[in-house]
């Protein structure tokens, strides 16, 4: 297995319980799911990690209501 390495930053508190309330309903830990976002993100955007010319990149994904 890779060695892993942390990630911190902060985000709104709607999104933060967004987040919880979708890891808590698939019983995955914190790590595990922004694992899979991230990897998701980076694998569906064909390989290229450059950012866009302004700077910003979407990503997105779908939760349940």
């Known amino acids: 297995m890779e060695s892993t390495k942390g990630i911190t930053c902060k985000v709104e508190e709607t999104l933060h319980q967004k987040v919880t309330e979708e890891r808590e309903a698939h019983d995955m830990t914190m790590s595990?799911?922004?694992?899979?976002?991230?990897?998701?993100?980076?694998?569906?955007?064909?390989?290229?990690?450059?950012?866009?010319?302004?700077?910003?990149?979407?990503?997105?994904?779908q939760i349940d209501e």
Request: proline share 0%; glycine share 10%; net charge positive.
């Open 32 to 61: 595990d799911f922004i694992t899979k976002v991230l990897n998701f993100y980076f694998t569906n955007q064909g390989g290229n990690s450059s950012m866009s010319k302004d700077g910003k990149r979407t990503l997105a994904f």
